[in-house]
C-alpha cells in the first residue's frame, strides 16, 4: 500500500486523479488518498445537479460543483471536511465498505469519537452523520471513498444541498442540519481538518505498512489533461446521463410564469411556459428557440435575448426561472 497527501484544493482535480489511479496500468500497488477541497458539491454518477442542489447559493458563492465516479448521493465539502480514497484490487463483486472504513473508524476511537459504521454507508456517532462513503468497480479495481466532517460550516451545507423531503419521511428528522455533525463536538480538545489528515496518515500506514507516493510531474500532467477532458467540463458535471422533468414558476411583476420541461444530459428537449402573463407574439417563438439549449444562465440568455415575447420578462428572467428553485 501507498498513501498520496494530496494537495489538490479543487475537487476536479482530485476525482481525475482517482480515475487515473484506477485507469493507468501503471499502478500496480494500491493507494490510499487524502485530500481537502475548497467549498463544493460533489455529486453522484446517476444525480441530476438540478435536483440535488440549490443552483443560486452554489452560484452566488462560487462553489464548486464536481461529480464522482461512484453512486450514492451529493455531499458538501468544505476546508472543515477530510476526504480520503482507497485505490484497491476488486476481491468480489459485492459492494462491502467495512474493510477500507473500518480503520479509519477505528483512528477516530482511539480520538475518543464513538463512531461507527451504519445504515447503507454512512459513518455515525449516535444517531448523527459524520461522514459518509461511496464505492465504484471498474475492471480489477475498487474505489472507495469517504468524508470525515471535522468542522464543516453545517449551515453552508444546508443552503447549498437541496435535499428530497422523502430521505426522511418517518425519521422524525426535519433538515440536514438536524441528522449531521462534526467530530469536533465530541473531541474537548478541538481538531482540524488538517490534523486528522496527518493522525489517519499515520495510523493507516501502520495498519497498511504504507509508505509515501509523491505525484511526479508525468502525474500532475495526465491528471490536468482528465481535468481538461473531462472533470472540469459542463457537459460532465451538469449534463452526465441524466434525464429530468422539471417543473417551475414564479411569480413576477408582469404576472405568474410557469414552465415545464424535460432535460437530456442537462439540454432543454421539450418546453412549454403558461400562466396569466400577457405576450407579444407567439409563445411558441420561444419556445422553439429554446429547445437543444443548455442549461447554462449564457445560453438561455443568448437564445432568448431579444425576442421579449412574454411582456415584462427578461431573457435574464427567463433563465433565472428555468435554473433556481
Known amino acids: 500500500m501507498k498513501y498520496i497527501c494530496s494537495d489538490y484544493k479543487i475537487p476536479y482535480c482530485n476525482m481525475a486523479l482517482e480515475e487515473y489511479l484506477m485507469s493507468n496500468g501503471k499502478f500496480v500497488d494500491e493507494y490510499m488518498i487524502f485530500y481537502i477541497h475548497a467549498p463544493s458539491v460533489i455529486i453522484?454518477?446517476?444525480?441530476?445537479?438540478?435536483s440535488e442542489v440549490n443552483m443560486r447559493v452554489l452560484e452566488e458563492n462560487n462553489i464548486y460543483l464536481a461529480r464522482r465516479l461512484s453512486g450514492g448521493g451529493a455531499v458538501y465539502h468544505d476546508e472543515g471536511n477530510l476526504n480520503f480514497s482507497f485505490v484497491c484490487h476488486k476481491k468480489g463483486d459485492e459492494i462491502d465498505f467495512s474493510p477500507y472504513v473500518q480503520p479509519v473508524i477505528d483512528s477516530l476511537i482511539k480520538?475518543?469519537?464513538?463512531?461507527?459504521?451504519?445504515?447503507?454507508?454512512?459513518?455515525?456517532?449516535?444517531?448523527?452523520?459524520?461522514?459518509?462513503?461511496?464505492?465504484?468497480?471498474?475492471?480489477?479495481?475498487?474505489?472507495?471513498?469517504g468524508t470525515v466532517m471535522v468542522d464543516v460550516n453545517i449551515e453552508n451545507m444546508s443552503e447549498v444541498l437541496s435535499v428530497?423531503?422523502?430521505k426522511y419521511?418517518?425519521?422524525g428528522i426535519s433538515s440536514v442540519r438536524s441528522r449531521v455533525a462534526n467530530i469536533s463536538d465530541f473531541i474537548s480538545q478541538g481538531i482540524s481538518a488538517e490534523e486528522l489528515r496527518e493522525i489517519l496518515i499515520k495510523d493507516l500506514s501502520g495498519v497498511y505498512d504504507a509508505e509515501e507516493y509523491v505525484l511526479t510531474d508525468e502525474d500532475r500532467s495526465a491528471v490536468g489533461k482528465l481535468v481538461t477532458e473531462k472533470f472540469s467540463k459542463w457537459e460532465y458535471n451538469f449534463g452526465g446521463r441524466?434525464?429530468?422533468?422539471v417543473s417551475r414558476k414564479k411569480k413576477l411583476p408582469a404576472g405568474l410564469v410557469a414552465v415545464e420541461f424535460d432535460l437530456d444530459g442537462g439540454t432543454i428537449r421539450d418546453i412549454h411556459f403558461s400562466g396569466d402573463f400577457f405576450a407579444r407574439g407567439e409563445i411558441s417563438t420561444l419556445e422553439e428557440a429554446l429547445k437543444g439549449v443548455r442549461l447554462r444562465t449564457e445560453d438561455i440568455i443568448s437564445a432568448a435575448d431579444g425576442l421579449d415575447i412574454i411582456s415584462g420578462v427578461s431573457a435574464k428572467d427567463i433563465a433565472e426561472i428555468l435554473i433556481y428553485e
Request: hydrophobic content about 30%; some cysteine.
Open 44 to 50: 453522484g454518477k446517476y444525480q441530476s445537479a438540478l
Open 111 to 145: 480520538l475518543g469519537v464513538n463512531a461507527s459504521l451504519g445504515g447503507r454507508n454512512d459513518m455515525l456517532v449516535g444517531d448523527k452523520k459524520i461522514g459518509g462513503n461511496a464505492q465504484h468497480i471498474s475492471g480489477n479495481k475498487v474505489l472507495c471513498h
Open 164 to 166: 428530497d423531503p422523502e
Open 169 to 171: 419521511s418517518g425519521r
Open 242 to 245: 441524466v434525464k429530468l422533468s
